[in-house]
Antibody
Framework: EVQLVQSGAEVKKPGESLKISCKGSGYSFATYWIAWVRQMPGKDLEWMGIIYPGDSDTIYSPSFQGQVTISADKSTNTAYLQWSSLKASDSAVYFCARRRPDTNGFYFYLDSWGQGTLVTVSS | DIQMTQSPSSLSASVGDRVTITCRSS??????LNWYQQKPGKAPKILIYAASSLQSGVPSRFSGSGSGTDFTLTISSLQPEDFATYYC?????????FGQGTKVEIK
């Protein structure tokens, strides 16, 4: 069974750093892209970026470029999302999700999702 | 960035109603369009990929259509468990983008 298990909720102060994780199991982690998606309280889904764990090729959404760092360790089947200096506006739920191809390998979609990590940034 | 625009942003419907949600992309994306369902406090769930392909295990009352820039998600007969928020997402680029969501509420 494909599973993505994310790290637990975090409460941080503005200016602090943070790294949250997403551990995959039940499939070849290195060969599927992992996306990160933000959902601010009561708001819609926002695509942050995506990483290919096999070679750490990473593509950021323009809105998040320079604001966060996405990384992956294929030896531990884990993807990461990190901030160097948090802001109150970073308070949100963050999801990781696996991007998979259809049976023809032509179309892609997010088929398996982590449970979400709630990040609260408050002084 | 490819922008995705959904309409309506919310709707009220009754059990048994036929519901249609539309999604428009800012540039042509062929059939690289997915639909997800999200319930409160839960992760999204894939319903439709490649504009019209039903994900395994998803009830057949859900269907998708469209190509190019205009797409539609239809629920043929709304069930109590279908009250949720629905998002379209383009996969034309590796960096996908979501629509702003359509909340389906009970009338």
């Amino acid at each position: 069974e494909v599973q993505l298990v994310q790290s637990g909720a975090e409460v941080k102060k503005p200016g602090e750093s943070l790294k949250i994780s997403c551990k995959g199991s039940g499939y070849s982690f290195a060969t599927y892209w992992i996306a990160w998606v933000r959902q601010m309280p009561g708001k819609d889904l926002e695509w942050m970026g995506i990483i290919y764990p096999g070679d750490s090729d990473t593509i950021y959404s323009p809105s998040f470029q320079g604001q966060v760092t996405i990384s992956a360790d294929k030896s531990t089947n884990t993807a990461y999302l990190q901030w160097s200096s948090l802001k109150a506006s970073d308070s949100a739920v963050y999801f990781c999700a696996r991007r998979r191809p259809d049976t023809n390998g032509f179309y892609f979609y997010l088929d398996s999702w982590g449970q979400g990590t709630l990040v609260t940034v408050s002084s | 960035d490819i922008q995705m625009t959904q309409s309506p942003s919310s709707l009220s419907a009754s059990v048994g109603d036929r519901v249609t949600i539309t999604c428009r992309s800012s540039q042509t994306i062929s059939s690289y369009l997915n639909w997800y369902q999200q319930k409160p406090g839960k992760a999204p769930k894939i319903l439709i990929y490649a504009a019209s392909s039903l994900q395994s295990g998803v009830p057949s009352r859900f269907s998708g259509s469209g190509s190019g820039t205009d797409f539609t998600l239809t629920i043929s007969s709304l069930q109590p468990e279908d009250f949720a928020t629905y998002y379209c997402q383009q996969s034309y680029r590796t960096a996908g983008t979501f629509g702003q969501g359509t909340k389906v509420e009970i009338k």
